[in-house]
């Protein structure tokens, strides 16, 4: 598919955010796992724009139709991402769908400290930026308190950038904090943006092997985010069994 292509399909699916998704969300239930949030949100998705995400057999390499994700469902795909990340990263694996997940996590690393209130995340979606803030707390801070902002550069409609993002050197903050915590909350968002991102190309059709899709693509836009998913290329087929 060329470049012009590919904004195309983001500017349809964009197009069907601002128009019948508009501050509407999608069913996405509270299974502990991030995986079947997305699944019960393509299931919606599908219930209330037939045809906008259709199941059918990928050729290798190519691409299915643009998600659209309503922006409530994005955000709360997001933060049910960094609660379950936290839960696998305490357990060593991933929690059971009626798990309940942590609301804090508290990373320690020598007599360093931060616990992270990851069920209070916030999570604000302009064009091409994802920002993730992300309440804290340790001794260091004045009041014990503060917040963490990362931002994550994606694509836009007119510019998709495939899975690349770029992100400042620290996030904004507390100076005590950002320095220190900086990096591991920055890979902890972008973490679960991508798993958020996987989940949905997963359920979002199958190819000719009857294997999964993959994400090939994220653009976020005011209302949204737009997910691009694949088919994978001959070189990486996978065969799999598939119940029809």
Same mark, same amino acid.
């Given at each position: 598919?060329?470049?012009?292509?590919?904004?195309?399909?983001?500017?349809?699916?964009?197009?069907?955010?601002?128009?019948?998704?508009?501050?509407?969300?999608?069913?996405?239930?509270?299974?502990?796992?991030?995986?079947?949030?997305?699944?019960?949100?393509?299931?919606?998705?599908?219930? $209330?724009?037939?045809?906008?995400?259709? &199941?059918?057999?990928?050729?290798?390499?190519?691409? #299915?139709?643009?998600?659209? =994700?309503?922006?409530?469902?994005?955000?709360?795909?997001?933060? %049910?991402?960094?609660?379950?990340?936290? %839960?696998?990263?305490?357990?060593?694996? =991933?929690?059971?769908?009626?798990?309940?997940?942590?609301?804090?996590?508290?990373?320690? &690393? #020598?007599?360093?400290?931060?616990?992270? &209130?990851?069920?209070?995340? $916030?999570?604000?979606?302009?064009?091409?930026?994802? $920002?993730?803030?992300?309440?804290?707390?340790?001794?260091?801070?004045? +009041?014990? $308190?503060?917040?963490? !902002?990362? +931002?994550?550069?994606?694509? !836009?409609?007119?510019?998709?950038?495939?899975?690349?993002?770029?992100?400042?050197?620290?996030? &904004?903050?507390?100076?005590?904090?950002?320095?220190?915590?900086?990096?591991?909350?920055?890979?902890?968002?972008?973490? %679960?943006?991508?798993?958020?991102? @996987?989940?949905?190309? +997963?359920?979002?059709?199958?190819?000719?092997?009857?294997?999964?899709?993959?994400?090939?693509?994220?653009?976020?836009?005011?209302? #949204?985010?737009?997910?691009?998913?694949?088919?994978?290329?001959?070189?990486?087929?996978?065969?799999? @069994?598939?119940?029809?």
């Amino acid at each position: 598919m060329t470049d012009d292509a590919h904004m195309n399909v983001f500017h349809r699916a964009l197009a069907r955010l601002d128009d019948e998704l508009i501050d509407l969300g999608v069913e996405v239930g509270d299974s502990a796992r991030v995986d079947d949030r997305c699944r019960q949100m393509l299931k919606g998705l599908r219930e $209330r724009c037939p045809g906008l995400v259709p &199941e059918f057999d990928l050729p290798a390499g190519s691409v #299915g139709d643009a998600i659209p =994700v309503p922006v409530r469902n994005a955000t709360a795909l997001v933060v %049910a991402a960094l609660c379950q990340a936290s %839960a696998t990263a305490a357990t060593g694996t =991933v929690p059971l769908p009626d798990a309940p997940l942590p609301s804090n996590v508290l990373w320690q &690393e #020598g007599t360093d400290a931060l616990l992270v &209130e990851v069920a209070q995340a $916030r999570v604000v979606l302009t064009d091409g930026v994802v $920002r993730v803030t992300l309440p804290v707390r340790c001794d260091q801070l004045p +009041t014990r $308190r503060g917040t963490v !902002t990362v +931002t994550l550069v994606v694509g !836009t409609v007119d510019r998709p950038t495939g899975l690349f993002v770029a992100s400042p050197d620290h996030p &904004e903050g507390p100076p005590v904090v950002v320095q220190r915590w900086g990096e591991a909350l920055t890979a902890f968002v972008w973490q %679960a943006v991508v798993d958020v991102v @996987s989940g949905l190309a +997963t359920h979002a059709g199958r190819d000719v092997d009857g294997a999964c899709l993959v994400p090939v693509a994220l653009v976020a836009a005011r209302n #949204g985010l737009v997910v691009l998913p694949q088919a994978r290329h001959p070189i990486d087929r996978l065969t799999t @069994s598939v119940t029809r």
